[in-house]
């Protein structure tokens, strides 16, 4: 975890945040020019240092150049453009070539071999950049958002300070220009914002270190031999385990990434909302990864249609969008079921809340929580293990129970 070592904090975040303030002080005019380059400074700086030590050496510093070919075709964005459309390719492109290829190499290697043909070696597994998932998904928001005539064109330094903004860079939340492109004006050191970003910087990391580390001691025997030898209600208590890991280090990551921005006079949308205490699974997506269920909604689920196309292709389109949700979290096949897991729980409940006979009270409101933490543990399940490790653990609770 970056955001929990001292070189995060001592060579980064103090220092940007103090040059930032600092430059508005000394000098409002040349200062609020400044700033923009100062954060996409930092932020490349960030990217470089951590990319070299964590993600690849050399490799992982030249990964840089994928900023700089966005940040170079941006300047060609207008609305109804083409160039838009090549820069939506592009950042698909970089995602699916470092993130996917070993994937769909090995896809194709098991169609192959299942048509009884010999199969060949696959695709080695590329180093996968810093950040990847997140950078690429907000490099296809403002392509997509200026084409469309939603967004104008971003300023350059104004959008290398979007796109390197450092506290948001490894695991979100996802940003948009149009309400993170505004603050770099206006931006100023707020007393209460601060420590509001103190606070909630310390949550994160008590989170992380306290609640998340301690539920791992369980969830990590879900990867081992003990799941051959578990009883069903061991697996439970495990997955369980799982549910409240994952939670727990990714709220913590977001804390810390909010709290950072907070440091900076800026706001960046909160991603968790007390999921597990929602009432449905539309609405845990409400709540969990706030930002990725909206970007998902606003950039696949929307394009393919929506539900505006009758119920069989709402539910194609709900299991399209979850699918590649499901893909954009890990290239295997368990993260695809995962993410057809919950399309399919998100068509059944589209088609029970439209029943005229359907429960409610206060006694359904708690069993519909109960069965909708249910349902997103099983998930999780799929989430946290591979297909032959899952296999192996269902075997052993319907061994168990039968």
């Not at 980064?12 to 430059?23: Q, Y």
């Not at 389109?317 to 995962?338: D, K, P, R, T």
């Not at 989430?383 to 269902?394: G, L």
Request: charged content about 15%; overall charge positive.
């Amino acid at each position: 975890m970056i955001f929990n070592e001292l070189t995060f904090f001592a060579l980064f975040l103090a220092p940007c945040v103090a040059l930032f303030h600092l430059a508005r002080r000394l000098s409002p005019g040349r200062g609020a020019q400044l700033r923009p380059w100062l954060l996409a400074g930092f932020g490349a700086a960030f990217f470089a240092y951590y990319g070299y030590h964590h993600f690849g050496g050399v490799v992982g510093v030249a990964a840089i150049l994928v900023f700089v070919a966005e940040l170079v075709v941006s300047r060609w964005y207008k609305k109804g453009s083409r160039l838009c459309l090549l820069g939506i390719i592009q950042a698909v492109a970089i995602l699916v070539v470092f993130k996917y290829s070993s994937f769909f190499s090995g896809v194709l290697g098991d169609v192959v071999q299942g048509l009884g043909l010999e199969r060949t070696g696959s695709l080695p597994k590329l180093i996968v950049p810093l950040g990847l998932s997140f950078f690429t998904f907000e490099f296809i928001h403002v392509a997509a958002d200026v084409h469309s005539g939603k967004l104008e064109r971003p300023p350059l330094d104004r959008y290398a300070a979007f796109v390197f903004f450092f506290p948001t860079m490894v695991a979100g939340p996802i940003k948009r220009y149009q309400d993170f492109g505004p603050q770099l004006d206006a931006a100023r050191f707020d007393p209460g914002l601060f420590s509001r970003g103190i606070t909630r910087i310390l949550s994160g990391l008590f989170k992380k270190h306290v609640l998340s580390d301690t539920f791992t001691l369980w969830s990590d025997r879900l990867a081992g031999d003990l799941v051959m030898t578990a009883t069903p209600v061991e697996i439970l208590g495990w997955v369980l385990a799982y549910g409240m890991k994952i939670y727990f280090d990714f709220s913590g990551y977001s804390d810390i990434a909010i709290g950072s921005a907070y440091l900076f006079g800026i706001h960046v949308p909160e991603n968790f909302d007390w999921p597990y205490t929602s009432p449905n699974i539309r609405e845990f997506w409400r709540r969990w990864h706030i930002s990725l269920g909206r970007w998902i909604f606003d950039y696949v689920y929307a394009p393919l249609g929506g539900s505006r196309g009758g119920e069989v292709r709402t539910s194609f389109n709900l299991l399209a969008a979850f699918a590649i949700s499901g893909l954009w979290h890990g290239a295997a096949y368990n993260f695809v079921l995962w993410g057809l897991w919950h399309g399919a729980c998100l068509v059944v409940h589209r088609l029970f809340s439209r029943w005229p006979g359907r429960p409610t009270g206060r006694t359904w409101r708690v069993f519909s929580i109960v069965l909708t933490f249910l349902a997103v543990t099983f998930g999780w399940a799929l989430f946290c293990m591979d297909m032959s490790q899952f296999s192996r653990a269902m075997s052993r609770v319907i061994g168990g129970l039968s």
